[in-house]
């Protein structure tokens, strides 16, 4: 097998993977970037940005039907075609990374279409090639979509988060697997431009990661709205039969739609990475220390370790890596104030810890609660205005270690919050900042006035 000597070696050219060879690129190394699918990772393509433009296309219809009784009278009238071909340009011509490649090696990196995989200390084999890295290796494979083992779901052609973004036109009825983010969002997007949808949750709540509080308002939102929530049940089994999906629950109950999507999480990508051959066991993704390293010359970024599913913290991860790489000493990766969104109307935003995370700690919890409608700025907005404000306090710190933000602009509200939890500014200090009136963010104000100061 040829062998080639570079510089930097990254397998997985997502958001995190191209953003970490770029860098590096542009800093003079000799970088080689391996991805299977599309350079830019499914953020770009599949995720991140083509989701948001449905939750925006279906926020529009929504506001657009709060009109009537508020402002005038309104009809709105959905039509998916406007967003389908949005979808389709945003990821360039059908799904085609041509313009990420021609970014990436414009910074002078090289670009290798193909299925990496570690061979030994400094070695990656792709597809016949050989590359021998002199000053490191970093994985970036991301995550795939979990497939939960029900029977039938194997034999028949379930959708996932790629099948739902393609859809154009949209189902008549759609069944969805997990009310987590992902398939919520999707699950209110399809439903206001009048797919009717069920969801199938096997916890007793939707959003089960994020707070009760949140949930229960995510509940009334979708119920209002007529989306179809089966909570408490597990999918049992899995038919299609004359064109339709029908899905047995636990406990007896069948729900059927013309398509079923799986959205029932993610989990590493680090099949047949070679993992074995750097002594790395990878049951939960790849290990790393603070400075993101899985052995020496071998760091590991974003989804595959498994630290958090999220875009921006992939980029985080590589901003780091990179420092390390060109011989710098950046902090070691801390994930005490990682943020996160779900694009719902109404938004949650949450960063930290949760109310129950805080108290497995054995931290002394306080907890405070505010009401997004029952602020000036709620009040004001009107219609759409559902949200709330959740404030978990470290009582012996005088700090915040968690928040959640929900509301019409909850993740924008989230920010400060974020910067409260990251920079452990004092409970006695957020209650005498000046919060601008009338805002969304005000309503942070007379949670913060119910927690004690140290």
Not at 141 to 149: F, R
Not at 351 to 379: C, F, K, N, Y
């Amino acid at each position: 097998m040829a062998e080639t000597a570079v510089d930097v070696v990254v397998l997985g050219m997502g958001p995190g993977g191209e953003d970490v060879a770029g860098k590096l690129a542009e800093a003079g190394l000799d970088v080689v970037g391996i991805e299977k699918e599309l350079l830019g990772g499914e953020c770009p393509y599949w995720g991140c940005i083509p989701t948001k433009m449905m939750v925006r296309g279906s926020n529009l219809l929504a506001e657009g039907r709060r009109v009537n009784g508020f402002a005038g009278q309104a009809s709105v009238r959905p039509d998916w075609a406007p967003v389908a071909q949005r979808i389709r340009k945003e990821a360039t011509d059908d799904w085609n990374d041509q313009v990420a490649v021609d970014r990436f090696t414009g910074k002078g990196g090289r670009f290798v279409r193909g299925t990496g995989r570690l061979a030994g200390e400094g070695l990656v084999d792709v597809d016949g090639e050989r590359f021998r890295a002199r000053r490191g290796i970093v994985i970036a494979t991301g995550a795939v979509p979990v497939v939960p083992p029900v029977p039938g779901l194997q034999d028949v052609d379930f959708w996932t988060n790629r099948d739902a973004v393609k859809a154009d036109p949209l189902p008549e009825s759609l069944v969805i697997l997990g009310g987590g983010a992902i398939g919520l969002e999707l699950a209110q997007a399809f439903a206001r431009f009048g797919t009717r949808v069920s969801v199938v949750e096997g916890s007793d709540r939707p959003l089960p990661m994020e707070e009760p509080e949140a949930s229960a308002l995510i509940k009334e939102v979708f119920e209002r709205e007529g989306i179809d929530l089966h909570l408490g049940h597990r999918a049992q089994r899995v038919v299609k039969a004359g064109g339709r999906f029908e899905v047995e629950l636990e406990g007896g109950g069948k729900v059927s739609g013309d398509r079923l999507l799986v959205a029932t999480g993610r989990r590493p990508n680090t099949k047949d990475l070679g993992l074995e051959t750097a002594g790395i066991e990878a049951e939960r993704g790849v290990p790393v220390d603070g400075r993101l390293q899985a052995a020496p010359g071998l760091w590991a970024i974003g989804d595959v370790t498994g630290l958090g599913f999220f875009t921006h913290l992939s980029v985080h991860h590589a901003g780091l890596v990179a420092e390390h790489i060109l011989g710098k000493q950046p902090p070691d990766a801390d994930h005490h104030a990682v943020p996160r969104v779900t694009f719902t109307d109404p938004e949650v935003g949450a960063v930290g810890l949760s109310e129950g995370q805080a108290r497995e700690r054995g931290l002394r919890v306080r907890t405070a609660l505010s009401s997004v409608p029952s602020s000036t700025r709620g009040w004001i907005h009107g219609p759409g205005n559902d949200g709330l404000v959740k404030l978990v306090a470290d009582e012996a710190a005088g700090t915040l270690v968690g928040a959640t933000s929900a509301g019409p602009v909850g993740g924008e509200v989230l920010a400060m919050l974020t910067l409260a939890v990251q920079a452990r500014i004092p409970i006695e200090t957020l209650k005498r900042m000046i919060y601008a009136y009338p805002t969304f963010h005000r309503a942070v104000l007379p949670a913060v006035e119910q927690l004690p100061a140290s």
